[in-house]
Every structure is written in structure tokens, then in C-alpha cells.
């Protein structure tokens, strides 16, 4: 969890950057003050230049293609700053700025469709091995799974919960309701882990499936 939520911070601080260079360029073009506008456009290089270093480093997994559009884009953008430099036109700074925009928004989607998909695989394991510490009659794997679970969902709570979520308020809302609901049912069934409370552990097992499946059905379409 803790590498997701490293992997989420990192790319939505590439994705600011990218954003701020773009309104940088935007601004300076506009303002008509020269030294603003080389400001940008070299700090907007820069941006690509390093861009261009990290994807052709042996450490860098993305996949072969994404990686090749990125090449390119990043070779585009040195060209058009350093070809035309003060002489950009309109055009040219809308397309610069586009190109910032568009990778921006495609970081963070890519990112948060990821971590969608993580956090459904790591409740359908929550629920797997719910069912099966109850199944089991097993009170030691009871624990176990019973901790997993509510760690997962104060996880879940406190990224929903965080003023930076870009989830709508209305699913923000559920997700913390449905964490403190699993939390209530956790310590119903704590208070006497000699004696099954079935009812509980299938409602939070049912509670996983559903939210599992939700977020696998958003991250396929």
C-alpha cells in the first residue's frame, strides 16, 4: 500500500509540473515580455530534457510503445523551442501547452486506474481469506484476516477522505461510511472471536466482493 500511495504522489507531482510549465508558457506568451517567455520556454525544455534522460534509462519498465510516443513528443517539443525560440507563434505555445496537458491527464489516469485495480485485487484477498479463516473455524486466521481487512479500509478511508482525491464527493462519501461500517463490524466480531459471528463476516466479505468487482468493472470499461 505504502509503494502505491508513493507511485500515486510521484506521478501526480510529474503531472503538476507538467501543468505548471504549461500555464507558465501560456502566461509569459501573453503578457508579451520577452525575458518571461525564454523563462519558459527554457524551463519547459529542461522539463522535456529530463523526461527524455529517465525514459532511456535501463530502470524505466513503461511499455515499449509508450515510451516510443513519449520520445517522440519529448524530441518534438526540443525542436519546435529551439527552432523557433522568441519567434514561437500562438500556435505553436497552444501546442506546447496541449502536450503538457494531455500527458498531465494521462498520468493521472493511468495512475488512479492502476491503483484501482490494486486496491480490487487486495480486497478480493481480504475476502478470500475472510472466508476462509471462517470456513476453517480458525481463530488465529481470523485475527489475521480480520486485521488485514480494516487495515485495507482505513487505507481506503484516508484516500477518500483526502482534500487531493479526485473521486466525486457522492463515491468519497461511500467509501468512508463503508470503512467505518467495516471497522463497526470488525470489533462486533472481536469482542468474542471464540464464537463465529457468521452474520458479520459475510456482510464484510459481501462488502469487498461488491466493491471489488466495482472498481475492476470501471477499470475494464
Not at 24 to 42: E, I, M, P, Y
Not at 122 to 147: F, G, W
Not at 202 to 208: A, C, K, L, V
Request: net charge negative.
Amino acid at each position: 500500500m505504502t509503494t502505491n500511495m508513493n507511485i500515486m504522489k510521484r506521478a501526480e507531482q510529474e503531472a503538476n509540473i507538467l501543468l505548471e510549465k504549461a500555464t507558465a508558457l501560456s502566461q509569459a506568451f501573453h503578457s508579451g515580455t520577452k525575458s518571461d517567455l525564454v523563462a519558459a520556454l527554457d524551463e519547459n525544455l529542461q522539463l522535456w530534457v529530463e523526461i527524455e534522460a529517465s525514459l532511456k534509462n535501463a530502470k524505466n519498465f513503461l511499455p515499449k510503445d509508450i515510451k516510443s510516443n513519449l520520445l517522440k513528443l519529448s524530441k518534438y517539443v526540443e525542436r519546435l523551442t529551439l527552432t523557433k525560440g522568441l519567434n514561437v507563434t500562438s500556435s505553436d505555445v497552444a501546442c506546447l501547452t496541449n502536450i503538457n496537458m494531455q500527458i498531465c491527464g494521462g498520468l493521472l489516469e493511468s495512475v488512479h486506474n492502476n491503483l484501482a485495480k490494486e486496491e480490487a485485487f487486495s480486497l478480493l484477498k481480504c475476502a478470500i481469506d475472510l472466508s476462509n479463516a471462517q470456513e476453517n473455524q480458525n481463530k488465529a486466521e481470523l485475527v489475521t484476516a480480520l486485521d488485514n481487512n480494516l487495515q485495507l479500509w482505513v487505507y481506503i478511508k484516508t484516500l477518500a477522505d483526502t482534500n487531493e482525491s479526485l473521486l466525486p464527493k457522492e463515491t468519497r462519501s461511500n467509501l468512508v461510511k463503508l470503512a467505518d461500517y467495516v471497522s463497526a463490524k470488525t470489533l462486533e466480531v472481536g469482542k468474542d472471536i471464540n464464537h463465529l459471528n457468521s452474520k458479520a463476516i459475510d456482510s464484510m466479505i459481501m462488502t469487498n466482493l461488491q466493491i471489488s468487482e466495482g472498481l475492476m468493472s470501471k477499470e475494464a470499461a
